[in-house]
């Protein structure tokens, strides 16, 4: 992605994007293996995980 490109996804997104640091990635991940874990044990046979709603 050019510096360009980027400045303007930036700034055409700002409102709705926000970074996210290393550990906060983490937690997210973990948050939702967690959550796929009771849902397999729960008798679910699939997730969906929205990447635009976290």
Known sequence: M???A???LHH???H???EAIAEQLI???NSIAQC???AQ???IDAIEIHGDRL
């Open 2 to 4: 050019t510096k360009g």
């Open 36 to 38: 796929a874990r009771k």
């Open 6 to 8: 980027y400045a303007k």
């Open 16 to 18: 709705f994007v926000t």
């Open 41 to 43: 044990k729960a008798g």
């Open 12 to 14: 055409d997104m700002q």
């Open 27 to 29: 937690a997210i991940k």
